[in-house]
């Protein structure tokens, strides 16, 4: 069965310190995994798209990176807009928007 | 470009009703996806439509349907409202949902079942 696991569940960072979040998955055939960021009362902006085991990613103080069985979502000096409920999403097999979604990880960063 | 919209907001049903809500996508796009999220269980993938067509379906009762409109809006609709179907109910779309495509979520419909 498809699933996705994300650690730690919640996250609490004083502004500048660095840390990551974690994102394993067990699916067959992996198409593409997806990271999000989703604040309070609205739904889930994306983030990134990652295809195959080594790729990498940034967008600001954001990295996402990805094995054959987890990703991680790395935060470099967070800043209190960091915080938020990130989720991890993996489509498996064919042409769908059906994405299978971790419980997601919920950052907050203090300043 | 105008983002996803979803209408309403927020709805109060009682037990036993049923409801429907309403999805825009963005323009062009042709499919849309449904999702519940809930504390318990996060988001799960309701169905997808593609072209009018259901796509995919997940686990969920017969009681949720939806259906998608030749202008690529979509409605979902839930009968015999129970009070587990409580949740925030959000609506995606993309241009064709092929493969690594990103989806785009609209801000949801929060229903609350009394």
New interface residues.
Partial sequence: EDQVTQSPEALRLQEGESSSLNCSYTVSGLRGLFWYRQDPGKGPEFLFTLYSAGEEKEKERLKATLTKKESFLHITAPKPEDSATYLCAVQAGGNTGKLIFGQGTTLQVKP | KAG?TQTPRYLIKTRGQQVTLSCSPISGHR???W?QQTPGQ????LF?Y?SETQ??K?NFPGRFSGRQFSNSRSEMNVSTLELGDSALY?C?S?Y?????E???????TQLSVL
């Fill in positions: 996803v499919s849309v996806s999702y996060g988001l799960q993938f997808e593609f796509r995919n997940g959000l995606a993309s064709s949902a092929a493969t690594n990103k989806l785009f979520f609209g801000s949801g």
